[in-house]
């Protein structure tokens, strides 16, 4: 299997559903998980997970997602759950 390790996520919808199980999966991979949602206190703390609270309808709250991305130094991944 292809190595994940240190790869980097975003996923968008991460906290429940799809995207929730997208992340656990990647995480068991080694990969670093961004995952984003209105309510990341449903997703547990865990290694190498990183959680950012924003509803994407809201362009105030989105354009502060977006300047936290691209502070980011590589994104291999990106899921639109």
Known sequence: ?????????IIVGGTSGIGK?????????GVIVHIVGRNTD??????NLFKHTADITDSDQLDNLIGE???????DYLVNA
Do not use: C, R
């Open 42 to 47: 449903k997703v547990q703390d865990v290694p």
């Open 1 to 9: 299997m292809k190595n994940f390790k240190n790869k980097v996520a």
């Open 21 to 29: 199980s997208t992340a656990e999966h990647l995480l068991k991979e």
């Open 69 to 75: 991305i691209q502070k980011f130094k590589t994104i």
